[in-house]
């Protein structure tokens, strides 16, 4: 597939976001570098129709995962990754991600519960809605994201935010995913902690603008389906 893709706010020297407002590990890489002032250039990718797998893509990032960032001659892939390296290369301190290596071990392991937990779960229950014609979430899907919650409502028994008492990438990362987990599986006033950090995670900047904007394309795409 050789079609170019769509370039939008475009700055000379500012990274490149390849982004899609349907991918969560898009919109925490997009709220991490807007959390840093940071400007970048979006190029959006329709996953539904696997733009992903397009020439210009697969240069950069032979995984073709969005989100991926080109900065300069630099690329990386994984929202993590992306994550940790803006904050490295464009924070003014390490508060969101903090040098200490006990601090940031524990947002490391947050990080990791996204990937294996939180993302792993919100694709297992999305999926068949969106590729396999499916129009209910299996009850299965359902019982592991709902064991997620709790296991969230665990960490926030320890601690305000997900990694220690104040934000960082952990929630930058983990409240894109549990903010679209919680769209298609309701959180339960059995996890309070959970229902009370989401609300603190809707307060912080750019939340709204990047997460809670793009909650609303996932109403229109399934009541449009
Ligand atoms: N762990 C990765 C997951 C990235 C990912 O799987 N993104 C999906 C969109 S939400 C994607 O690119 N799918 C296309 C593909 O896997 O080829 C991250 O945090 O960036």
């Known amino acids: 597939m050789s079609k170019k893709l769509v370039t939008q706010l475009y700055s000379k020297t500012a990274p490149i976001l390849y982004y899609s407002n349907l991918s969560p590990p898009a919109l925490s890489a997009l709220m991490v570098a807007k959390t840093l002032n940071l400007t970048v250039n979006l190029k959006n990718v329709n996953i539904l129709t696997k733009e992903y797998l397009t ?77 396999r014609g499916k129009s209910e979430i299996c009850k299965f899907a359902r019982k592991r994201v709902e064991r997620a919650y709790m296991i969230l409502e665990e960490f926030l028994k320890k601690s305000e935010w997900l990694a220690g008492d104040n934000v960082t990438i952990a929630d930058l990362c983990c409240s894109s995913s549990i903010s679209i987990l919680d769209y298609l599986i309701p959180i339960r006033e059995s996890t309070p902690r959970l229902l009370n950090y989401m609300q603190r995670c809707s307060d912080l900047p750019h939340y709204q603008d990047v997460v809670q904007k793009e909650l609303i394309s996932w109403e229109i795409k399934f009541r449009n389906d």
């Open 55 to 131: 020439e210009d893509l697969l240069q950069v990032n032979p995984q073709h995962t969005i989100p991926t960032l080109v900065d300069a001659n630099y690329a990386i892939w994984d929202s993590h990754a992306i994550a940790g390296y803006l904050v490295g290369q464009y924070g003014e301190d390490d508060t969101l991600y903090p040098m200490d290596p006990k601090k940031r071990g524990r947002v490391d392991q947050r990080l990791h519960f996204d990937t294996e937990h939180l993302f792993s779960r919100l694709h297992e229950t999305v999926y068949p809605l969106l590729f």
